[in-house]
C-alpha cells in the first residue's frame, strides 16, 4: 500500500514551458487536492475532486488545469508555466465526504518546481 | 476575509512541554485539525477538534474553543524528533481547509 505518490519529485522548466504533475493514490479515496506551498505562508487550495470525472476550483486556480478520468490519479497541468508558480506542489486525498468523520487528508511527499 | 495565525517559530528544551497556539477567523467552522510536516516532507495528521474542550493523544493533545476562535497544541515530553512544522487548518462552511503559515518548532537538548 503505497498510499499518495507524486512523480515528478523535483522539476525545473523554463517560463513558458509546460509540465503534467502526476498524483496517484490505492486507497480508493474518493476526494482528491492539489495545493502550493510557499514559504512564510499556509498551504493552498488550488484544484480539488469529489470523484472521477469531476473537478472544481480551490482558492488559486488561475495558470492551473487538472483532470480525474481515473479515480486513483489525479492530474496539475501548467499550460505556460511562469516564474510565480515556483513553489511545492502537495497532492492529497481523503476517504470522506467533508462534513462526515474525521475528513484527514493524507498527502504525497511533494513536487518541488522552480520556473526560470 | 478568512485568517488562520500561529506563531511562526518557538524553541523548546528536550524533555519540556510546549503549547502552540492558533487563533482563527472564518466563514462558519466544521472543524479544526493540526498537521505536523517535517522539513521537506508531507504534512502528517495529528488531531481533529469538532466540539469545545481537550482531544489527548499520547504525548500530544488538542484544546478548541470554539466562542474564541482558539485552539492549541500541546507538545509533553518533548523529543528531538518533534522538531518540525505544525499546522493548523480549518474547515470552513464550503468544507474547504484554510491553512495557516505553520508553526516551525526547535528542540534544544
Known amino acids: 500500500n503505497a498510499g499518495v505518490t507524486q512523480t515528478p519529485k523535483f522539476r525545473v522548466l523554463k517560463t513558458g514551458q509546460s509540465m503534467t504533475l502526476l498524483c496517484a493514490q490505492d486507497?480508493?479515496?474518493?476526494?482528491m487536492y492539489w495545493y502550493r506551498q510557499d514559504p512564510g505562508m499556509g498551504l493552498r487550495l488550488i484544484h480539488y475532486?469529489?470523484?472521477?470525472?469531476?473537478?472544481a476550483k480551490g482558492e488559486v486556480p488561475d495558470g492551473y488545469n487538472v483532470s480525474r478520468l481515473k479515480k486513483q490519479n489525479f492530474l496539475l497541468g501548467l499550460e505556460s508555466a511562469a516564474p510565480s508558480q515556483t513553489s511545492v506542489y502537495f497532492c492529497a486525498s481523503s476517504p470522506s465526504a467533508p462534513g462526515q468523520g474525521t475528513d484527514t487528508q493524507y498527502f504525497g511527499p511533494g513536487t518541488r518546481l522552480t520556473v526560470l | 476575509g478568512q485568517n488562520i495565525d500561529q506563531p511562526t517559530e518557538m524553541t523548546a528544551t528536550e524533555g519540556a512541554i510546549v503549547q502552540i497556539n492558533c487563533t482563527y477567523q472564518t466563514s462558519g467552522f466544521n472543524g479544526l485539525f493540526w498537521y505536523q510536516q517535517h522539513a521537506g516532507e508531507a504534512p502528517t495528521f495529528l488531531s481533529y477538534?469538532?466540539l469545545d474542550g481537550l482531544e489527548e493523544k499520547g504525548r500530544f493533545s488538542s484544546f478548541l474553543s470554539r466562542s474564541k476562535g482558539y485552539s492549541y497544541l500541546l507538545l509533553k515530553e518533548l523529543q528531538m524528533k518533534d522538531s518540525a512544522s505544525y499546522l493548523c487548518?480549518?474547515?470552513?462552511?464550503?468544507?474547504?481547509?484554510?491553512w495557516g503559515a505553520g508553526t516551525k518548532l526547535i528542540i534544544k537538548p
Open positions: 486507497m480508493n479515496h474518493e476526494y
Open positions: 487548518a480549518v474547515m470552513d462552511s464550503n468544507y474547504q481547509l484554510i
Open positions: 475532486s469529489v470523484g472521477e470525472g469531476t473537478t
Open positions: 477538534n469538532v
